[in-house]
């Protein structure tokens, strides 16, 4: 049974019933459940006659260029007033779109811009930090991914998918479950994915490019991110940061870093892995991971951003010092709780 209403499927069908243009967006920084969800959306409206069209703000990492709809997928980058998508042409305004795995409207960064004034967004997630800002929302936390909650959608309106469908639900799926490790890893999760694997998806090869797949200059941010490694409150906390500097000193791109939040996690007896990543704009990327006790969305939430129990993050203003500071300490003051009243609500989650 799914948490959606029959009306609001209803809409959706009347949304699809339009043959004009969608644009479908996904947050910035993207992983593969926001690239493979993005392009499973894209993909199968196209099937359907619909002209779909896919933006981010940035181009994707490198290691999911296999996906089917990243060689059309267009940048509307952050830094230049038309992007070369665009060069020679007006930029288009969209009056439909739709959103995945983006937990509030601005996630999807500057591609809002490419909306018209008052324009029809259908959004699709599973965060429980969801603020439900779409036209038509379509949100399940109980889920894996949002791949699962598309492939659940489309199943809702009784439609097949193709094999470049089911290559990109089965990329969210496998990225946002960490290989099929973590615990939002269902019975059910294993019953979609050996449907995609019948379509032909290929396990060996999505986890060879998803998952398996490092480049040197991510090994030699690597290798400069541990330098930062720090331990806070009794072992149960570990930070890493990468800073522009470290970036230039390892020539790598911003993407390169993603992951790196892991290897603090993963120490022996740590609860909570922080990652401090600093932009190119100067503001303090910050991505928490905890193993077991600590509900990191809602520490998140309390500096504007969101995600999951297990991992989330949020965006803060310079300068780094005072941001791992702030973040800390919240972070401490939630295991201080936690310690008090293991059953505690608040910040926590089981």
Known sequence: ???WKERDLEEFRA????PEPVLVATHVDPDGDALGSQGAVTLWLRRRGIPA???LEAHPPRRFAYLPHVSDLKVYARSEAVPPA???GAVPRFSRAIFVDAASFDRV???AELLADGAAVVNIDHH????????????NPESSSSAEVVYDLIRSLGEEIDEDVAVSLYTGYLTDTGGFRFRNTSAKVFRDVSELIARGVSPADVAEFALD?????????LRLALGTLRMHADGLVATLTVTQAILREADAAYEDAEGLVGYARAIEGVEVGILFRETAEGAIRVSLRSRRNVDVSRIAARFGGGGHARAAGATLAP???QAEANVLAAVEEALRELRRDPTAGGVYGS
């Open 1 to 3: 049974m799914q948490p």
């Open 15 to 18: 949304f699809l019933a339009v």
């Open 53 to 55: 069209e896919a933006f």
């Open 86 to 88: 665009f060069s020679g």
């Open 109 to 111: 960064g500057r591609v």
């Open 128 to 139: 429980v930090t969801n603020t439900r800002y779409g036209h038509l929302n379509f949100v």
């Open 213 to 221: 797949t490092l480049t040197l200059p991510h090994l030699r941010l």
């Open 319 to 321: 300068p780094l010092a």
